[in-house]
């Protein structure tokens, strides 16, 4: 069994590319172009000399020979040397370099921005504009490795294969923070099972983004009364996945799993707390507000009343009696039974018991 981890397929043809196989050409040409520029440089340094026969002495041709800093060359004329100009070739081999470098940057995706801020991006960019250029630039480079991953998927298969074929034996592994038992004599018709490489879901950026949208989405549920559709081992899911983007491997040091059991009682380890009250009715509220307002005003006027029949009665008055010239200063009781000469003064409040009072005397005597 073999299988092939590569990211470039040719058609039709077992053969494979790599990422060296893209890379070593423009390699063998930087290399020439950097030699080139290097003897250039060296002739630059240290060039060779035209010497004629005629100025040449029988030292001359050893002194040349000998190339060091100070040194004499003998000759029989003076001016009998000739110095080569050696011309710069290098302005044209920098920009051919540069043009290989940004050629490998296409081929691998591996460009300055992925390797760490360049000095020239943030003249006259924004932030925006540089974070798309990272992402842009870190694209190839997920492909390349979402597409290898589809050959340690291919592993992990031929694993699990050899697994079922020559498991044996039960053996206890820890899975989800949890010793079980497993038995690979139970796999021989396991054809469901899937392999996840954990790759094509983004940074951890965006997947705390996209959690943090899924916590939202819970909430308002359960806001909203529809808690049938989140439960406590959903909400509990979130918040360990949250917990593991963050880089924490144990979401139990956070957060109480609703599923965990004690090995020894069989029990739940964190039981459900009953469900809170649902809050009361604002229309009842008012009712009872209403109804709480119309009793105390009821007592009270009870009250009231109750003060009213225990005070003493007070007598009898005429409405006429606080006008001027009222005689009831004089007169606070009218007696119509007991016998007395009237009113020397006529008043309008004695006009309708004066009367009386003289009949009854008249008719006593």
């Not at 979401?251 to 459900?272: E, S, W």
């Not at 006529?346 to 009949?359: D, K």
Request: hydrophobic share 40%; charged share 20%; glycine share 6%.
């Amino acid at each position: 069994m073999w299988c092939a981890s590569v990211w470039i397929f040719v058609a039709r043809s077992h053969r494979r590319w790599s990422i060296a196989d893209l890379v070593m050409p423009l390699q063998r040409e930087k290399t020439a172009l950097k030699r080139g520029a290097l003897d250039n440089l060296y002739l630059h340094n240290n060039p060779r000399v035209e010497v004629a026969e005629s100025n040449a002495g029988p030292n001359t041709l050893d002194d040349l020979l000998v190339s060091r800093p100070g040194g004499v060359v003998r000759t029989k004329t003076a001016g009998g040397l000739n110095w080569q100009v050696v011309p710069d070739i290098t302005t044209s081999i920098y920009p051919m370099l540069q043009y290989l470098d940004a050629e490998l940057e296409t081929r691998t995706g591996l460009a300055k921005q992925t390797q760490g801020i360049d000095a020239d991006a943030l003249q006259n960019q924004s932030a925006t504009a540089v974070a798309q250029v990272f992402s842009a630039s870190q694209m190839r480079i997920k492909l390349i490795a979402r597409i290898m991953a589809e050959g340690v998927r291919d592993i992990f298969a031929l694993l699990h294969g050899t697994i079922r074929k020559h498991g044996q034996q039960q053996q206890t592994v820890r899975l989800r923070n949890a010793w079980i038992n497993v038995d690979p004599r139970g796999w021989k018709t396991r054809d469901d099972m899937t392999i996840n490489v954990g790759l094509g879901s983004g940074g951890k950026a965006q997947q705390f983004a996209q959690t943090m949208a899924i916590a939202n989405i819970q909430k308002q549920l359960v806001a909203g009364g529809k808690a049938f559709l989140v439960g406590d081992r959903e909400l509990y899911n979130t918040a360990a996945e949250l917990t593991r983007i963050m880089g924490h491997k144990n979401p139990d040091l956070f957060f109480c799993d609703p599923t965990a059991v004690n090995p020894q009682t069989g029990q739940l380890l964190h039981p459900m707390l009953p469900p809170p009250a649902p809050p009361p009715d604002p229309k009842l509220l008012a009712i009872q507000a209403r109804t709480q307002a119309d009793q105390a005003a009821a007592v009270h006027k009870a009250q009231i009343e109750q003060q009213k029949a225990a005070a003493p009665r007070a007598p009898l008055s005429s409405p006429s009696s606080s006008r001027s010239g009222d005689c009831r200063s004089s007169h606070p009781t009218i007696q119509p039974l007991r016998a007395g000469p009237p009113c020397a003064r006529p008043h309008r409040c004695c006009t309708g018991s004066a009367p009386t009072t003289s009949a009854a005397t008249s008719s006593r005597a």
